[in-house]
């Protein structure tokens, strides 16, 4: 996929793991957005208790990364197979709060898909995206009442920074911030690396408000 130099999200343009086609989403590809939405309800009814709502896509697409949180860029993408239909979506930023982390907003991937190594080769792919593009850290969010979402990141190298409440409507959830220093190798390294994100990222130390 081509982007213009200018564009500031370029850096955040990513090759699919398979033969789906890498759409980053604009406000006229809500429909393209909605209807992966409303196939896959279970998403939405552990994190909100109900299936998305019909105009959840048009919503996440406008309202854009939180003004209090400094970033680099921020881009929603999709994941099409060759009939159009969206197969996954990926919401993520880069040098969000700090030079040098990267963060995943969600990845959904059709129901259908999932248990076949689908997730993982993506996860894969933004990585080493990430990484060739500066990341020092990777950073995310998982509802403590999604436990296949938990063992998945942690499978994937990610570990447990602390706990937040999250969610402006209804009832708080809990949600764990997760942390992976993608340039530590060693135990050592892994210490001095999540001492460094701390150092920057004030908001995720575990005795923060």
């Known amino acids: 996929m081509q982007a213009q130099a200018t564009d500031v999200n370029a850096c955040l343009d990513f090759a699919s793991p398979n033969q789906w086609r890498v759409q980053r989403l604009q406000l006229q590809h809500a429909a393209l957005l909605q209807d992966l939405y409303q196939r896959n309800p279970a998403y939405f009814i552990i994190s909100g208790d109900a299936p998305a709502a019909p105009d959840a896509a048009w919503r996440d697409l406008a309202a854009g990364a939180p003004t209090a949180w400094p970033h680099r860029a921020r881009a929603m993408y999709a994941l099409c197979d060759q009939d159009g239909q969206a197969q996954a979506a990926v919401d993520w930023a880069a040098d969000l709060f700090a030079p040098g982390v990267w963060h995943i907003g969600f990845v959904l ?28 850290w990777m950073r995310l969010g998982v509802l403590q009442n999604n436990p296949r979402a938990q063992a998945f990141w942690r499978a994937s190298g990610f570990a447990f920074l602390r706990s937040r409440s999250i ?23 892994q210490q001095q690396e999540r001492a460094a994100y701390l150092a920057q990222v004030a908001r995720d130390r575990p005795d923060a408000a």
Do not use: F
Not at 113 to 131: C, F, I, M, T
């Open 109 to 136: 991937l059709d129901a259908r898909w999932q248990g076949q190594g689908q997730a993982r080769a993506l996860y894969q792919v933004l990585e080493q995206h990430a990484l060739a593009h500066g990341a020092r």
């Open 167 to 189: 969610g402006e409507q209804g009832a708080p959830r809990m949600a764990d911030v997760m942390l992976k220093c993608l340039r530590a190798h060693s135990a050592a390294e």
